[in-house]
């Protein structure tokens, strides 16, 4: 995710708790998507796209985050 601000999320994520905290929840919903996504679990259509839509939201605040530090 962002290879271009590779080096800045890497310091973010040892000064910046919310980033880190943003970061970390956004990997976790990744991974609950792919373990969804190998289920056959009767709810899984509408549970992984609850879950993508919070991933996306993630993904916006952390790219707002970056290019702030970055402006």
Known sequence: ?????RE??????????HFQKTFNKHNQLDEEIKNLEKSSASDYTSKVHELKLKKLHLKEEIYDILKGHTA
């Open 8 to 17: 800045l999320i890497s310091q973010l994520k040892t000064s910046d708790t």
């Open 1 to 5: 995710m962002f290879p271009e601000y």
